[in-house]
């Protein structure tokens, strides 16, 4: 079952003889009846929906909103009509995928789907706040300044409160990726508590449901336990260690001749330099360019010639691929006394995951934690295959050693 915004055919959205899940249906109608019954009301009404990554949230926010701006245009009884609402996107490439759906879709606009930081000063600037807002991958909002993005508050959600009178947002604190972006629940539940609210957890897993939820479940261990688990079901899912990256590339190149979406991964333990010059991923003999950021209108996983580069979280957070080719670099290693992963910022090249305020530090905990966070994510991008090389030996060795079953 597809369930993201692009499907193993490069389109988007569901295929024609695919079908939403009584979970992501129920969903929907929460989010509808929810901004129904809380529209008129005084204060903000906020709902939130937590799941997993592969729990089809990015679905659900898209079918709830086209279904609102549909209902707002249409039904002149509902209290929905001629609301003014808005889905925001903290990711430049997802916004990619949302703005091409309004150019296919007579009840979406272009200028529905913004950044939250054009959102809140475009709502300064009118005058007006919007009536029901959609937030995806909220926990990638800031939680402080950032001169980068031109926010200058101290918290991109509170500021969209304060301009919203529904709010309907998606988070996994597994996917936060940044300090500056540093939630967790305990933080969301305090930030929310002043409003009335109610929060939803999705459970169903669907971007590797063929492997079962022994996948989901041995690659939880690793990334938030920092365990292997020493045998991992797989059933129709194609799991594979690799002793050497480029023979890893060859099959994920003639993947993506059979199945197309099949891509090339890796951790952030490579250097570049955003914006300047060609920078590569080089392990053993495989050497390819880092993907380039901020290219056309297109997302980077649907021009073909991205197949010669190597994808990061940037370019790949919130899609699926149908089969992924991961490097992990070498500041992710293995401990054969303690038998668990050991994690090294030092290595880690992504120096603005890390980046504080003068006036603040990162512990290494916090470090260590976006760097699982940032494998977690990277590790659930396929749908149908996922190929691991390891730089560091001890991984690797580790890794073959994993009993992979099939049946």
Known sequence: MEQNLISSKGTFLLDKDEKLSLEQKRMI?????????????????????????????????????????????????????RTKNFLLVNHAEMLKIYRKLAGENPHLKKNSFMKPTSYINQSDKLQRNGDIVLIDEAHLLLTQSDNYNKFHQNNQLLEIIKRSRILVLVFDPYQVLKFKSLWSRGKLADLIAAYPHEIFHLQQQYRIEDAGNSLANWINQLTRKRKIVPSVESRHFDLKFFENPRLMFQQIKLHNQQFGLSRMLATTDFPYTVGKGVWYVQAGDFRLPWDQLDVGNEPWALRDETINEVGSIYTIQGFDLNYVGLIIGPSISYDERKKELTVDPSGYEDHAAFRTPKDRDISTDDQQRIMLNALNVLLKRGRKGLYIYACDEKLRRRLAQVTIVND
């Open 29 to 81: 109608e929460k989010i509808i009846t929810f901004s129904q019954e809380n529209i008129s009301s005084d204060k903000t009404s906020i709902l939130v929906i937590e799941g997993d990554a592969g729990t089809g949230k990015s679905l659900i926010l898209q079918q709830a909103f086209t279904k609102i701006q549909q209902i707002a245009e249409e039904d002149r009884q509902s209290p929905l009509y």
